[in-house]
């Protein structure tokens, strides 16, 4: 069980429309959901921060830039939770969710956008920073909205890596696990 007790059915009013306004109908709300609930402060500033609208990336983008860095941060929890809920949505291959935990990157199995962009969130992991030739093979391919977007999300998810971890959050029933070969997942 996480360090913090979690909110238990039946949430109040605003908790559950909060709750159901996230999840899928009829999906029982995430584990880090209902822990970060217990505090109004915490929630409210999660929700606000959580970049859970569409954005200037597309789904499959947006899910390689969240896979990557909650993968770098060695987040399983998230990671698997994001795998179950959007890898299939997203378009990824079973190689390419394997591919999004491996270290090193293997530029070879991405398109050229899409290894500018899984580098650039190793970069971010790494060092918090681009070089310039990083930020310039991302900008090749992506717009200004987007460079930020993906910078965003690469803090935002490092954040919920933090949270999971220090909470140690028990992995979601059912949810993806990070691959189990070598060199396959932080770093």
């Known amino acids: 069980m996480s360090r913090l007790a ?31 609930a217990t505090s109004q402060r915490a929630w409210k500033k999660f929700r606000a921060g959580s970049l859970l609208d569409r954005g200037p990336l597309s789904l499959r983008q947006r899910e390689l830039v969240i896979d ?7 987040c399983e929890y998230e990671w698997g939770v994001h795998i179950n809920a959007f890898a299939a949505a997203a378009k990824l291959t079973e190689p390419e969710v394997a591919a999004t935990a491996a270290v090193p990157l293997d530029p ?3 398109t050229p956008a899409e ?17 310039d030739a990083e930020h310039a093979a991302l900008a090749a391919h992506y717009d200004s909205d987007q460079i930020l977007e993906i910078i965003l999300l690469c803090g935002f998810y490092r954040t ?4 999971c971890g220090g909470l ?20």
């Open 160 to 163: 919920v890596a933090y949270v």
């Open 168 to 187: 140690d959050l028990p992995l979601e029933p059912g949810a993806a696990r990070f691959p189990t070969r070598a060199g396959s997942h932080t770093g």
């Open 115 to 131: 290894a500018a962009l899984l580098a650039a969130v190793d970069a971010l992991h790494e060092r918090s920073c681009w070089t």
């Open 6 to 36: 979690p909110l238990d059915p039946p949430y109040a009013a605003d908790i559950q429309a909060s709750f159901d306004a996230i999840m899928p109908p009829g999906a029982p709300p995430l584990l880090l959901f209902r822990t970060l």
């Open 68 to 74: 990557r860095a909650c993968a770098r941060a060695g």
């Open 108 to 110: 070879a199995a991405w």
